[in-house]
């Protein structure tokens, strides 16, 4: 970036369409996920005033608009018209309700890749209708069904993140308008993508250390043990066996088995690439921390063009928002809590229920904000979210907050 393009000016002189390339303050106390953007709306332009005072815009960029709202869909074969799906319950009713599935169909996951290991053919009525019972929650309201996917078992790491991929996968084709079928099919790519890791030795899939050589290959070989399983089955949707096959595929044609180039890998591939990296990435593994989800959302940014297609990178960072369902998060008063669910309208004020006051105390009980209120002066600017912290922070965790049943709490 040249200094001669920088140009600082006062954030009520922000219009559309400019590159904000620097902040006035440190861009981890904003909610901005990318360092550098461009502004796009003036809900972008209304979020900068909310935080800075004055900016520094790059003069030589101009917007190049992307945006996966209807207008600029990733063209495939399975495009169609965009639909809308509204959301059909209230959060705390569909906490409820989706619970108990959630429980089912982890049960059922664990189940059915148990059997693979053990030699069985893969069920795939059992993977269908675990599939279905996501795709109705999430066509009801996705938000309660990505709550339950930060409640990780780490002993048990595959199950969990193949539906974990699945419902992510389902959310993600909802948010691009996808029809109810192609959401079947999407969430049963994400479920059975690393079924092939069943053909994976134990002592090389949870290795805490680095793998050799030789454990690497045997490791990247289970994108063809994937694809050679669900052709066994027979009776499956044929865009699962593409999607185990060639989701560590990549754009730039630098991926694997077969080193793809753009052109060649389907639109089903592209999403699960995706789904995957972001949900590996904000899960505790034996060999690494989970990062945050915005570090993780930073990398998939990072990588669009790349590991990742661009525009469906982008989409994917409005789908999880910035602050996704079920983050902790540290409020500019100091008080801490847990995102229930995004707002349809402003990106970065969701709706948080408040358990620890600023000295990191539990309140009796939880209070729960809707952060769009601060827009209208109905509720202070002190509950902005500052940023945000992995699970187990300030001695907060996730599952012990969904199993005291604080969910209920409105």
């Known amino acids: 970036m040249s200094l001669n393009n920088m140009i600082e000016v006062r954030v009520s002189e922000l219009r559309v369409g400019m590159y904000v390339a620097k902040l006035d303050r440190e861009w981890l106390d904003t909610p901005f996920l990318i360092q550098g953007?461009?502004?796009?709306?003036?809900?972008?332009?209304?979020?900068?005033?909310?935080?800075?005072?004055?900016?520094?815009?790059?003069?030589?960029?101009?917007?190049?608009?992307?945006?996966?709202?209807?207008?600029?869909?990733?063209?495939?074969?399975?495009s169609a018209p965009v639909k809308k799906y509204p959301r059909k319950s209230d959060i705390f009713q569909e906490h409820k309700r989706s619970a108990k599935a959630f429980g089912q169909a982890r049960t059922l996951t664990k189940s059915l890749l148990d059997d693979v290991r053990l030699g069985e053919v893969i069920n795939t009525q059992a993977a269908e209708a675990t599939v279905n019972e996501c795709v109705q929650s999430v066509m009801r309201h996705p938000d309660a069904l990505m709550w339950?996917?930060?409640?990780?078992?780490?002993?048990?790491?595959?199950?969990?993140?193949?539906?974990n991929v699945c419902i992510l996968a389902v959310a993600f084709g909802r948010h691009l308008g996808m029809s109810e079928q192609d959401l079947q099919h999407i969430g049963l790519c994400g479920l059975l993508h690393d079924v092939g890791k069943m053909r994976v030795p134990d002592?090389?899939?949870?290795?805490?250390?680095?793998?050799?050589?030789?454990?690497?290959?045997?490791?990247?070989?289970?994108?063809?043990?994937?694809?050679?399983?669900?052709?066994?089955?027979?009776?499956?949707?044929?865009?699962?066996?593409?999607?185990?096959?060639?989701?560590?595929?990549?754009?730039?044609?630098?991926?694997?088995?077969?080193?793809?180039?753009?052109?060649?890998?389907?639109?089903?591939?592209?999403i699960i690439c995706?789904?995957?990296?972001?949900?590996?990435?904000?899960?505790?593994?034996?060999y690494q921390a989970a990062k945050t989800s915005t570090e993780a959302l930073k990398i998939i940014y990072e990588e669009r063009g790349k590991q990742f297609d661009e525009r469906l990178a982008i989409a994917f960072l409005e789908t999880v928002g910035l602050y996704p369902p079920g983050s902790?998060?540290?409020?500019?008063?100091?008080?801490?809590?847990?995102?229930?669910?995004?707002?349809?309208?402003?990106?970065?004020?969701?709706?948080?229920?408040?358990?620890?006051?600023?000295?990191?105390?539990?309140?009796?009980?939880?209070?729960?904000?809707?952060?769009?209120?601060?827009?209208?002066?109905?509720?202070?600017?002190?509950?902005?979210?500052?940023?945000?912290?992995?699970?187990?922070?300030?001695?907060?965790?996730?599952?012990?907050?969904?199993?005291?049943?604080?969910?209920?709490?409105r």
């Open 328 to 409: 902790i998060v540290e409020l500019c008063s100091g008080d801490i809590g847990v995102v229930i669910e995004n707002s349809q309208n402003y990106r970065h004020l969701p709706i948080v229920s408040v358990v620890l006051d600023a000295d990191k105390t539990p309140y009796p009980k939880p209070q729960t904000y809707n952060l769009a209120m601060t827009q209208t002066d109905e509720l202070s600017k002190e509950y902005l979210v500052k940023r945000v912290h992995p699970d187990g922070s300030f001695g907060l965790s996730l599952r012990d907050f969904h199993e005291k049943g604080l969910l209920n709490y």
């Open 274 to 286: 995706i789904v995957d990296a972001y949900d590996a990435m904000t899960a505790d593994r034996c």
């Open 37 to 78: 953007f461009y502004l796009e709306s003036q809900e972008d332009i209304e979020t900068v005033c909310q935080y800075c005072k004055k900016v520094w815009i790059d003069a030589s960029r101009k917007a190049p608009g992307i945006h996966l709202d209807g207008r600029n869909k990733p063209t495939d074969t399975h």
């Open 148 to 163: 339950m996917t930060r409640l990780r078992k780490e002993s048990e790491y595959t199950a969990d993140h193949s539906l």
């Open 203 to 270: 002592d090389v899939l949870n290795k805490p250390g680095k793998l050799l050589p030789k454990e690497m290959r045997m490791m990247m070989a289970h994108t063809v043990h994937g694809r050679n399983l669900l052709l066994s089955a027979g009776n499956i949707y044929t865009g699962a066996v593409d999607v185990a096959y060639s989701h560590h595929e990549r754009i730039d044609g630098q991926g694997y088995p077969r080193k793809l180039t753009a052109d060649k890998i389907s639109l089903f591939s592209r």
